[in-house]
């Protein structure tokens, strides 16, 4: 039972949905900033079912009405009940899957950054929460320093002499399940198995493509002990691809290196579009729930404790 029958009515479940999908199709940064625009917007009024003189909820009864919601799993039923229309299933794959990760940035500065275990005495600099610092000549790692902002969030680059920063990783399973797990660099791998293992357990083998950076022996060697063909391009920049021509003979291996790339256009769309260049909250289990299309992951992946 997610409501009490005692104190102020709440808001309803069906108005919270419609909210959130404003939310995410508007690209509004925060609550506050949703209830700010329900409240002049006729559009935004229409859609969740608010009338031109209702009065509009305050930001704060969004937001902890919004967590009750997804505890309650109503967030994944409702989608559930979208992927099983008939015009949408129409458009899922049940024998090929496409996979890939992304970065995501934290809701976090570089300045929180600081030495797990805090020096005693500060030199006097002082400056208030935004003091100035001067990173130059320190090194800084995951293994001893931690943001006071987002604990969870880590310092990551994607290649070499490309800017570290605080992010999480996104992962996809092209419109069957989607997740997001702390940074490592064995995380994209670890996170398609878990999302692919529920799709492989069944007579007929199913394809997975992926990118380069999934070419790993093991990884290779994983997906075919579940029954599933690892579509994945080869990564020969001075090393031997695990992909063989027991994989590239056949033609459907051309085929999924063209349909993987789709999934390029739903990270565009997230980063672009939805406004999740950047994380709306601050900490892992927020985050890292259960799953809104599937199933709920199992654990953060590849991360040190």
Same mark, same amino acid.
């Given at each position: 039972m997610l409501y009490s029958g005692l104190g102020w009515p709440s808001v309803p479940p069906e108005k919270l949905l419609r909210a959130m999908l404003l939310q995410a199709f508007y690209s509004v940064r925060s609550e506050r900033q949703l209830i700010e625009r329900i409240e002049f917007d006729l559009l935004f009024r229409w859609f969740v079912g608010i009338g031109v003189d209702d009065p509009v909820w305050d930001h704060s009864s969004f937001t902890k009405n919004r967590d009750r919601l997804l505890e309650g799993e109503i967030a994944e039923k409702f989608l559930s009940a979208v992927?099983?229309?008939?015009r949408v299933r129409r458009?899922?794959?049940?024998?090929?899957?496409?996979?890939?990760?992304?970065?995501?940035?934290?809701?976090?500065?570089?300045?929180s950054f600081k030495?797990?275990?805090?020096?005693?005495?500060?030199?006097?600099?002082?400056?208030?929460?935004?003091?100035?610092?001067?990173?130059?000549?320190?090194?800084?790692?995951?293994?001893?320093?931690?943001?006071?902002? +987002?604990?969870?969030?880590? *310092?990551y680059r994607k290649g070499p002499g490309m800017e570290a920063k605080l992010c999480f990783i #996104?992962?996809?399973?092209?419109?069957?399940?989607a997740r997001l797990t702390r940074v490592s660099g064995h995380?994209?791998?670890?996170?398609?198995?878990?999302?692919?293992?529920?799709?492989?357990?069944?007579?007929r083998a199913i394809t997975?493509?992926?990118?380069?950076?999934?070419?790993?022996? +093991?990884?290779?060697?994983? *997906?075919?002990g579940m029954n599933v063909r690892p579509h994945v391009a080869q990564n020969?920049? #001075?090393r031997r691809s695990a992909i063989d021509k027991r994989t590239t003979r056949h033609p459907g291996y051309a085929?999924?290196?063209?349909?993987?790339?789709?999934?390029?256009?739903?990270?565009g769309w997230i980063k672009g579009v939805g406004g999740l260049r950047q994380t709306k909250l601050r900490g892992g289990p927020r985050w890292i729930g259960p799953s809104p299309l599937r199933r709920p992951p199992t654990t953060w992946y590849g991360c040190p404790s």
């Open positions: 992927l099983s229309q008939p458009l899922l794959s049940s024998e090929h899957f496409s996979v890939d990760g992304t970065l995501i940035q934290a809701w976090a500065s570089m300045k030495p797990k275990q805090p020096p005693v005495n500060d030199g006097g600099r002082g400056g208030g929460r935004n003091a100035p610092t001067d990173f130059r000549g320190q090194k800084r790692s995951n293994e001893t320093h931690q943001s006071r902002t +987002d604990p969870d969030a880590r *310092l #996104g992962h996809g399973l092209m419109e069957n399940d995380a994209e791998r670890l996170a398609a198995i878990d999302m692919v293992q529920h799709w492989a357990d069944r007579p997975l493509g992926a990118d380069k950076g999934y070419d790993a022996a +093991d990884f290779v060697e994983e *997906l075919r020969t920049s #001075g085929k999924s290196q063209r349909i993987r790339k789709r999934i390029e256009e739903a990270f």
